[in-house]
């Protein structure tokens, strides 16, 4: 079987991975073809295009776009995922720019709430751990990279460490992305000529993902990230019931981020290239 793997970061975005070294890892792994997905950023894409022709590896131009949905009171991050994106479209480039912006008053925002707790970080000392700045000169900072920052300085033993204390989801120095909503997250993508996934339902309850799935579709959702790591096997046949049943395309990847936080590699998941040939079938016959 051929395999794949449609979802991937690079250190462009909060993966440990150059381009290339991601490239050179799905060789090794035999992968024949990769979507480069990293968080709002794009500057991965053509490098690593380019490195995979030495290889005979297809790459995928894709993005993986952070999203907030919103209702009273609750509040829950999601991701869409973009593939087959037009990644060099000057709006497109311009409206990541802004989310990069917003990434880099974040990442002010933590340090702040970190100085509180006597961890005294700059932003340059960040930034030293930054390796891209998109085409409008913004640096891509995570917190991965504030993390980085930390185990430097002596402030944490880990990057798990940092994650765990400190700026994980809810944790103590924790400040919310300023996100689009799912719905313009879609529109984003296909406005670019993309294909919209929604990533890893799968951790979400699943009534709740059923009906945000529904929803989503009727805002031009084309399929769903079915075979994922942290899925089960229950989750997973429920999710492929699902994307049938809806004429939602099925894709999978293992998000690998390199070696950051003891993230799944690349090669893990046995996904089968016919669900590529699917994705371009669709993009074909929609004219995209």
């Known amino acids: 079987?051929?395999?794949?793997?449609?979802?991937?970061?690079?250190?462009?975005?909060?993966?440990?991975?150059?381009?290339?070294?991601?490239?050179?890892?799905?060789?090794?792994?035999?992968?024949?073809?990769?979507?480069?997905?990293?968080?709002?950023?794009?500057?991965?894409?053509?490098?690593?295009?380019?490195?995979?022709?030495?290889?005979?590896?297809?790459?995928?131009?894709?993005?993986?776009?952070?999203?907030e949905w919103t209702e009273e009171r609750d509040?829950?991050?999601?991701?869409?995922?973009?593939?087959?994106?037009?990644?060099?479209?000057p709006e497109f480039q311009k409206r990541l720019d802004e989310l990069s912006i917003a990434r880099m008053r974040r990442a002010e925002r933590i340090l702040e709430k970190l100085r509180s707790y006597n961890i005294a970080l700059e932003i340059e000392d960040v930034q030293e751990f930054t390796t891209t700045t998109n085409e409008f000169g913004t640096p891509w900072i995570g917190r991965l990279h504030i993390a980085q920052a930390m185990v430097k300085k002596g402030y944490v033993p880990s990057i798990n460490s940092a994650f765990d204390q400190y700026i994980g989801n809810n944790k103590c120095c924790y400040v919310p992305k300023h996100q689009l909503n799912p719905e313009g997250?879609?529109?984003?993508?296909?406005?670019?000529?993309?294909?919209?996934?929604f990533a890893h339902p799968g951790l979400l309850e699943m009534n709740f993902a059923d009906s945000l799935i529904r929803r989503l579709e009727k805002c031009g959702l084309d399929g769903i990230e079915v075979y994922y790591p942290e899925h089960t096997q229950e989750v997973t046949r429920h999710l492929e019931e699902m994307a049938r049943a809806n004429n939602l395309l099925i894709t999978g990847g293992t998000d690998c981020h390199g070696l950051a936080r003891g993230r799944i590699m690349m090669g893990t998941l046995?996904?089968?290239?016919?669900?590529?040939?699917?994705?371009?079938?669709?993009?074909?016959?929609?004219?995209?």
Request: glycine share 8%; with cysteine.
């Open 75 to 89: 509040e829950l991050e999601i991701h869409i995922l973009g593939y087959y994106i037009d990644y060099q479209n």
């Open 1 to 67: 079987m051929k395999k794949i793997d449609l979802h991937v970061h690079t250190n462009k975005s909060d993966g440990t991975f150059s381009p290339e070294e991601v490239i050179d890892y799905a060789s090794t792994v035999n992968l024949c073809a990769i979507a480069i997905t990293d968080h709002d950023t794009v500057s991965g894409i053509a490098p690593a295009i380019a490195h995979g022709r030495k290889y005979g590896i297809e790459v995928v131009p894709g993005i993986e776009i952070s999203a």
């Open 270 to 288: 046995e996904i089968s290239y016919e669900l590529l040939e699917k994705l371009k079938e669709r993009k074909n016959k929609a004219g995209l």
């Open 185 to 197: 997250a879609i529109q984003v993508i296909k406005g670019v000529n993309g294909i919209a996934v």
